[in-house]
């Protein structure tokens, strides 16, 4: 029991958080944070996309320059309150399918302008949907101002719409694309350019209001592409409607639910997963109109899920799991995203729509493993009077291999010792 217990807080989570014993039913304890209520507390006062989009607003109107930055402050508030989260949580998870969602439709902040909005857009869009239905978080999604801002598609006008006769603006397909390529159907459905500049058409005017009160999503009908549009086979009245229905018929298509169970799978059981892991999700996600609750505690009983040590985790998931195995105190731990870009992987800043990678591939080559060592020699520092035995004990349990521990005990110092332990394949690997 201890071996699964050690498992799921690793596979399933981010790894043991300081000496707390495992949970005594993992199988409970994992189905437990799906059934039951989101328990992450944020602070009072985070901003909301509204809050963001007014201040960046302000910067643009003022024309401030880089160091008098208004919107990073409120970016800051974000990355504080979402990586002690992450730290912190009881209901590791849970937290991860929030994570895994939201690298899945990624919003990064290398574009302009939603560094102001990518916080809010993980707490509103990916957060409160990781257990709905997949068409509630995907249609959130969409109308978010991040993600509009990101892909551009409130620059997207219908050619013959009022605005693209007055203006001669067209179409931006970002959007489309990267909705039908990554976020639902995959390139393996077969749908063609044709679908994809349809799927832009339904999409134009789906936009944002910067100048409101409270700014946020809005449909343009001046800028929306008039008539109807066939996606995939599939006719489409014009008007917002029409897109909601678009996204429902995307959101429950074989296509996507094969794409989904395919990420889910990759994600918690193998780089290249089982064919019968993911045709059992699939099933699940057809079966369930979607339900992404299901699909998770449905990922919890696959056989697969439960061998040991079979994915290398990423620079994220590594550093996280070392911050939440000595547990520090929030002003004794090292600035979280200056962690994550120094070892490759900068919090929200993936540089292509398709999100950080979960395969070893990207992951192992040597200059990342020297990057891990090096932090970890110099984050040991911090390990106190902590036993690296019993920290190496409640952080792998009965997977730590006698080489390790032999390596550990012998180490000359606890931060010799601790290094070890961070630096060895056991630890590398969830």
């Not at 009022?162 to 179409?171: D, F």
């Not at 749908?191 to 700014?215: C, H, K, M």
């Not at 090292?334 to 395969?359: C, E």
């Not at 409640?394 to 290094?419: C, E, H, K």
Request: charged share 15%; aromatic share 8%.
């Amino acid at each position: 029991m201890q071996t699964a217990a050690i498992q799921a807080i690793i596979r399933f989570g981010f790894g043991q958080r300081g000496i707390q014993p495992p949970p005594p039913d993992p199988e409970a304890w994992l189905a437990g944070q799906i059934t039951g209520p989101d328990t992450a507390a944020f602070p009072p006062g985070l901003p909301s996309v509204a809050d963001g989009l007014i201040v960046l607003r302000e910067q643009n109107k003022f024309q401030l320059p880089p160091g008098e930055s208004l919107v990073h402050p409120l970016y800051e508030l974000d990355v504080a309150a979402q990586t002690e989260q992450v730290l912190t949580t009881d209901a590791p998870f849970r937290e991860r399918l929030v994570w895994f969602w939201a690298n899945h439709f990624t919003v990064s902040t290398r574009a302009g302008g939603t560094l102001a909005t990518v916080g809010p857009y993980v707490r509103e869009a990916i957060r409160p949907n990781v257990t709905a239905p997949f068409f509630a978080m995907l249609l959130s999604v969409m109308r978010h101002p991040a993600m509009l801002m990101y892909l551009e598609n409130d620059a997207s006008v219908g050619p013959n719409s009022p605005v693209g006769l007055q203006t001669g603006r067209g179409l931006n397909e970002n959007l489309a694309r990267e909705c039908l390529e990554l976020h639902t159907l995959s390139p393996a459905s077969g749908y063609t350019q044709q679908d994809v500049t349809e799927f832009a058409r339904i999409l134009t005017g789906w936009s944002i209001d910067r100048n409101a009160a409270q700014p946020g999503f809005i449909f343009r009908e001046a800028a929306h592409e008039p008539g109807s549009k066939t996606l995939m086979g599939r006719t489409f009245p014009p008007g917002e409607a029409g897109g909601i229905m678009a996204l429902d018929f995307l959101a429950n298509h074989p296509a996507t639910h094969r794409h989904l169970a395919g990420q889910l799978a990759s994600q918690f059981v193998a780089d290249v997963p089982p064919p019968d892991a993911v045709r059992t999700i699939e099933g699940v996600l057809r079966d369930t109109q979607g339900d992404l609750g299901a699909a998770s505690l449905a990922v919890t009983q696959l056989p697969g899920a439960w061998t040991p040590l079979t994915k290398f985790r990423s620079p994220q998931d590594f550093a996280i799991a070392a911050l939440r195995l000595l547990d520090l105190p929030d002003g004794e731990r090292p600035r979280i995203p200056a962690v994550f870009a120094g070892l490759g992987q900068p919090l929200w800043q993936a540089p292509l729509p398709n999100g950080w990678s979960d395969q070893t591939s990207d992951w192992a080559s040597p200059d990342g493993l020297m990057r891990r060592i090096d932090w970890s020699y110099g984050f040991a520092g911090h390990v106190g009077q902590q036993d690296p035995m019993q920290l190496a004990d409640a952080a792998l349990g009965p997977l730590l291999s006698g080489s390790t521990a032999s390596q550990i005990q012998l180490a000359g110092s606890r931060r010799d010792a601790l290094t070890l332990l961070f630096a060895s394949p056991e630890f590398q690997r969830r």
